[in-house]
């Protein structure tokens, strides 16, 4: 009978890892999408940058800046062309900076990152208003 005892909690034992294994897989990301959703973090913080220097220039010289000014700003390691990201002026102050995220954000961590849908997103700015 003293043989069974260390067996049977063996077998508890190796259960309970397997379960917690399986669990942290099943909550873990995978490196590609963690890959892929840190690329959606830092696209959103880029476009937090675009929309500050915007607001900059707009309070400036009290008109948005065209789209070879936002192609030149400093927010970006890659141009806008290759990042997908593209601004639109949509008035005298407003306008429009589009990107396409891989991963819906739901939380809002203004003004680093914020909320958006999978997919093509554009948020709608107003340069006239300060931050």
């Known amino acids: 009978m003293s043989g069974v005892v260390p067996k049977v ?7 309970l890892v397997v379960a917690v294994v399986v669990g942290a897989l099943a909550v873990l990301d995978s490196p590609a999408v963690a890959r892929e959703k840190r690329r959606d973090t830092v696209l959103s913080g880029d476009l937090g940058c675009m929309r500050r220097q915007i607001g900059t220039l707009y309070r400036k010289n009290k008109v948005l800046p065209s789209n070879a000014e936002v192609a ?6 890659q141009p806008m062309s290759v990042s997908g990201v593209s601004y639109v002026p ?7 900076l589009c990107a396409t995220f891989r991963y819906p954000a739901r939380e809002q961590t203004y003004p ?8 093509y997103h554009c948020f709608n700015e107003n340069a006239a208003e300060r931050e």
Request: aromatic fraction near 4%.
């Open 90 to 96: 949509t008035g005298d102050a407003t306008y429009r």
């Open 9 to 15: 909690m063996l077998g508890v034992a190796t259960v």
């Open 112 to 119: 680093v990152a914020r909320a958006h849908p999978a997919g």
């Open 72 to 77: 030149r700003l400093s927010c970006l390691d």
